[in-house]
Structure formats: structure tokens, C-alpha cells
């Protein structure tokens, strides 16, 4: 709180709402009897229509009221639920629970877009280059797609404009995130539940293990997967946990092993144990290792290597790796063994050379027979959410063949100064020392820069920032880490600037030449 004391030539800091320690919104600070007064009464009559409907639906439609009321008054709480739920449901097949809808994206639009309203007027928090580029990719992955189905006249409805506007739900959960968490106490939770929230997801991958049709039915009947019944999983077992894939699953899994590390290797409290981190990770890391996925691997061990650097903890990066290699061999030696055999097992005339992975000489084979030729044919503004006639195998494989499918080049470039701002905005967030909690974005800034860098040759083989499990943990670590910076510099009590920076204004004040 402000002391009260005029320094001499300092400049009154602009009054703004004020936001106590646990981020009170409008709606305690500034109570509007009224207002309250008449959405009861319009909560009570939906609620009342609905219980006529069907009884279920009308507990829903409570439940839900009960949880808007709570995040508009306490916008942290929507942070934690939207950091803990949308993750791990991501994969979630739209219908369950919600008809027509998919969970995640439900929570994201309603939670989202009540913690983007209550949040102070004067909070404003600005538009950086990341930000304009985000919004550029999801209005062109719009527009374009628009104007594909106006072109081929494929018509417009629900199922046609529902994935056009599904990547402006990553926009919402970035900036919904960054608003919300306005003290470090509330940061260092939202990313406790981040990493709490995967260790389900890991008992889940590990109960795969046992071929229970119990397991199996029941994420199939959530995700909607028809994955378990294909030979290549009966003959070989990979983990997908809340997943419809297990490609999808390492997506995830990797960016909670970098965020993890991330907090461990530069020092930030959680409310949890180091301990517990740690447990954790071993968690993922072998959860990681049962989705057999080589790329996530593989990315996890370089992303890990490269924090260590940027830390600099060169001389302990040896360690880990030992150590690292060691849990592989332990924990899943046999299994990726078995799973590189059927990467590299040739058949006699099959002509297909050795030293290449099947999956990759595959993906090659479906680009350059069907994708490539489609994109040639439309190159500035794609194809939209459809596929032309001359394409058997509808998945892209890759999400740089994704983005020139829905927009041609132009998204393309889009999509490039995307992930250049992402990685740019999270290295000068990482290298901030002007806040007063350095260390979270320190760890999120490394965490998110890194995945960015991994994330080059891993979209090459597979759409991960398209497919769910990966975008929307890293858009929630994006978010905390643009929050630290954000309200890092205010003080969460009285709006003006943090101490240290009043301190140094202060200081230059009282310096300064009197006349």
C-alpha cells in the first residue's frame, strides 16, 4: 500500500481499481445491488425452465451459475479451474458431457470470457507483438476458411464454422490467464495445479498398461478414439491417457516435464514440495516413455538440456542427462527397444530403405502423393476445412502441411511470426530482473521459449499446436508468465507501481538538480 509521503518531483501513479491479495473483482469491490437483484431473478427463471425441461439439466445449468458467480468474484479461481481442467480434457470428444460441445472449449469461452470481463477497466493489458500475431493466425485461419467454403460451395453451418473459430479459444486462455493471477502467491498456485493436474492423467497411462477393457472402453467412450482396436495397437500397446492419441498425450506430457524442470532448475517456491515436483516428473517421464512417442522424447531430453543452459548449470547438465538415460533404460529400455523395431523392420521387396522410420517414409509418401499436389493447386489461400477428392488419407501428419491445407502460404507466414513473437516475448520475459518475483517468469519465459524451439521439427512429423494436449497447457504457461510481468510491476493492493521501481523513481527525484 502507498505510504502516503509526496516524494518531491515524483509523478502521482494513475489511480486503478483495487484488487485486494486475493484478487477481488468488481463484483465484491463495487457491488451493484440492482444488477445482483435482477440477474437472480433471470438465474432462477433458466434454472426454473430448464428443471421443467429435464431435471439434469437444470442442476447443470445451477452448478454453472454457481461457478460464473464464484469466478467473477474471485477471478483466481477461474485461472485454477481453467489451468486445471482444460489440459487434461482437451482430448475430450465434443458431446461428452456437453452435446455438440467439447469441454475444454466450454470452459474456455464461459470462464474465459467472464474473467476477460470483470477485469479492471484501467487493468488494460496490452497488446504485444505475440498477441497481434495470435489474433492474426485465428482471423486468417477465419477468414480463409471462409472463403474456401464460399468458393467450393460447401455451404456454411454448424460443423463448418465451428473449427474456424476453434483457435481464437487459445487467444481467450492466454489472455484470461494473464489478467486473472495479479499477485505471485496466485502465479505459483496456477502452475502447482498445472503440475497437479497431470498426475491422473499419468495413473491413467499407467492402468493402460494392463489391456484392461475397462480402461480402454471408457477413454474411448470420453475421447471418442478408435484407436484400441487397430492392429498396430493390439500388437504393441502405447499409452494415450485422456487422449484420442498417444501423440497427443506426449504433446502434453512434455510440456509439463519443461514447465517442471523449469521451476526446479531456477529456484521457484510452488506450494508444493520440491519433492513432490520431482515425483511428479518421474511420473511424466515415464508416462512419456509409455506413449512411445521418439520425437517427445527426444525433444524432452534436448528442451531439458537447453533450460539447463539458459540457467546456467552447464557443469550439472552431465548429471541430469546421466541421470535422465538412466530412468529411460530403467523404465522403459525394453519398450522403446520393441517400439524402434517396428520403426526400422523392412519386409522382403517391400523397397522401402532401412535406415528410415516407416512412420516418416509413410508421412512421406502420403505428402508428396496427395498433400503436396493440393497445395500446389491453391497455394495463397488453401483449402479450407475441406479436402479435395484426389486426398484418401485425411490426416495431415504435420502441422506445417495443416496450416498451408486450411490458408496457403499466407497462414503459413502467420503462423511462423507466431511462434518467432511467442519465443521472442518469452526470452525477454525470462531475462526481466525489474520484478518482484524474477524467478517464475525465469522458469515459464526458458519453459515456453524452449518448447517453441522443439517444437520446429516436432510440428515437421505431427500437428501438435492443432491437435489438443499441447497448445493449451503451453498457452496457460504463456498466460502465467505474461501475468508476472504484468501485475509484477503494480502492487496487487493500491495499483501503482511495484516498490522497487517506486524506490528507483524515488531516488531520482530526490537526486535531481532543485531550481
Known sequence: MSSGVTVPGEVPARPRPEPDEAGTAWLLARPRPGLLVAACIFGAAMIGAAVARKPLDGLALFLGLIVATVVAARPAFGAYLLTLVVPITSGFEKGFPIPNVNLSEALIAVVGMILLLVAPRRAEFRWQAFD????????????????????????????????????????????????????????????????????????????????????????????????????????????????PHWTVLAGYLIVILLIGFACLVFGVELPISRRAVGTILLLNAVALILTAEISAIAGAIAGAILIGVWAGKRKQMVRWLITGLIVTAVFGGTYLVKRLDTEFATQAGSGRNPFVPQTISFRWQVWTGQYFPAIIERPLIGWGQALPDTINWPYTESQYVTVLMAGGIPLLVVFGGEMVALYGQSRRQARRKDLEDSATPAALGNAVATLVVVLVPMDAIYPYMTSGGLPEPLFVAAGIAAACVYWGRRSPISGTESNAEADLQARAALAAPKL
Not at 155 to 160: A, H, M, P, R, V
Not at 182 to 204: G, Y
Request: glycine share 8%.
Open 132 to 243: 497481434w500475431m495470435l489474433f492474426a493466425f485465428c482471423g486468417g485461419w477465419l477468414v480463409l476458411g471462409l472463403l474456401d467454403a464460399l468458393d467450393m460451395h460447401t455451404g456454411l453451418s454448424y460443423s463448418t464454422i465451428d473449427p474456424l473459430i476453434g483457435p481464437f479459444q487459445f487467444l481467450i486462455l492466454y489472455r484470461a490467464i494473464a489478467v486473472s493471477l495479479r499477485t505471485k502467491a496466485e502465479r505459483r498456485t496456477a502452475i502447482a495445479c498445472l503440475l497437479v493436474a497431470s498426475v491422473p492423467v499419468d495413473i491413467l497411462a499407467f492402468l493402460q498398461q494392463t489391456r484392461a477393457h475397462l480402461v480402454n472402453s471408457a477413454i474411448a467412450h470420453v475421447t471418442g478414439g478408435s484407436i484400441f482396436q487397430t492392429y498396430n495397437y493390439l500388437q504393441f500397446a502405447r499409452a494415450t491417457g485422456p487422449f
